[in-house]
Each structure stands twice: as C-alpha cells, then as structure tokens.
Nanobody
Framework: QVQLVESGGGLVQPGGSLRLSCAAS????????LAWYRQTPGKQRELVAG???????NYADSVKGRFTISRDNAKNTVYLQMNSLKPEDTAVYYC???????????????WGQGTQVTVAS
C-alpha cells in the first residue's frame, strides 16, 4: 500500500524557518520524481519545488533562494527546508511522487494528505 505522510508544518513568524518531511512507503522511492506543492483556498495547487531521481532540482520563482528540496533514498523521505518565510507562503503543502525524468507540474502519481503552514505574527 502506497503512503506519503507529511509532517513539520505549523505556525511560524515572518522571517522564520520550517522543515517539512514526507515519509514514503509502498513504491520504489528512489526512481520517482518527488515534489512539494501548495494550495490556498480558491486557488489551484502550485508546484513549489521538485527533485528528480538524479537529484536535479527545480523551484518556483517565488521560493528560489529561500526553499531547498532534498531527498534521502535510504530513508524514503523527501524534505523541504523553508527559510525567510513570508505570509504569502501560508498554504497547505502536499508531497507528490510521480514517474518521470524531469520535474513538471502534474496531477498524476501519489499524494500525501497535506500539512498546514501558517506564516503570521
């Protein structure tokens, strides 16, 4: 049974940091493209960052230089380190695993249940 379980969300002040984790099971983790998406009410799900099986990374322009995606194939876990957080980063963050060779926005693959990130003072 495939599972993606996110953790690490919460409330943080502007300028603060959070690290999200997504623990996966039930598929060949190392061969999948992994990505983090986020969604706010009334808006489409947005690709935030992705990492290929070869550890090539892509980021949305809005998070470049602030967020870092990484993967640990030995632990079947993907991370999103978020620094210099802004109120506009507030969203539900979802982990995705999809087949492919490059990072592209997708609705395919496996999804986690989401974790809330709130940036507010």
């Amino acid at each position: 049974q495939v599972q993606l379980v996110e953790s690490g969300g919460g409330l943080v002040q502007p300028g603060g940091s959070l690290r999200l984790s997504c623990a996966a099971s039930g598929f060949t983790f190392s061969s999948y493209v992994l990505a983090w998406y986020r969604q706010t009410p009334g808006k489409q799900r947005e690709l935030v960052a992705g990492i290929t099986s070869g550890s090539n990374t892509n980021y949305a322009d809005s998070v470049k230089g602030r967020f870092t995606i990484s993967r640990d194939n030995a632990k079947n876990t993907v991370y999103l380190q978020m620094n210099s957080l802004k109120p506009e980063d507030t969203a539900v963050y979802y982990c995705n695993a999809a087949r492919g060779a490059i990072v592209v926005p997708t609705l395919r693959g496996y999804w986690g249940q989401g974790t809330q990130v709130t940036v507010a003072s």
